[in-house]
C-alpha cells in the first residue's frame, strides 16, 4: 500500500508562486511515474505536469514555462513549483505515484 501525503497549496495573488510537495511511503520502489493533477469546481480532472525515470517530464499547454515539476528520489517526494501563477490555475491539485493518489490539496489565486 502507498500513502501520498501533499502540502504547500493555499492563497496567493496573481503573478505569485507556490511549491507544492508530494511525499509518498509505502512500497513505492517498483513505481516509475509520478504526477500531479488539477480540478477546478465544475471542470474535469486534467493532467498538470508528469515525470518518469530518466528525468522525460511532461506539462498541460497551459502551465508551460511556467510550473515545474522534479522529484527527489531519496525523499519519495515529487515537487510542482507554480510560478505566474494565473486565477485560471484555483483548483484542487492532486499528485500521483503510478496509480496512487493523494488526496488533494487547494489552490487559489486571486486576481
Known amino acids: 500500500q502507498v500513502q501520498l501525503v501533499e502540502s504547500g497549496g493555499g492563497l496567493v495573488q496573481a503573478g505569485g508562486s507556490l511549491r507544492l510537495s508530494c511525499v509518498a511511503s509505502?512500497?513505492?520502489?517498483?513505481?516509475?511515474?509520478m504526477g500531479w493533477y488539477r480540478q477546478a469546481p465544475g471542470k474535469q480532472r486534467e493532467l498538470v505536469a508528469r515525470i518518469i525515470s530518466g528525468g522525460y517530464t511532461d506539462y498541460a499547454n497551459s502551465v508551460k514555462g511556467r510550473f515545474t515539476i522534479s522529484r527527489d528520489n531519496a525523499k519519495n517526494t515529487v515537487y510542482l513549483q507554480m510560478n505566474s501563477l494565473k486565477p485560471e490555475d484555483t483548483a484542487v491539485y492532486y499528485c500521483t505515484f503510478g496509480h496512487y493518489w493523494g488526496q488533494g490539496t487547494q489552490v487559489t489565486v486571486s486576481s
Open positions: 509505502g512500497s513505492i520502489f517498483s513505481i516509475n511515474g
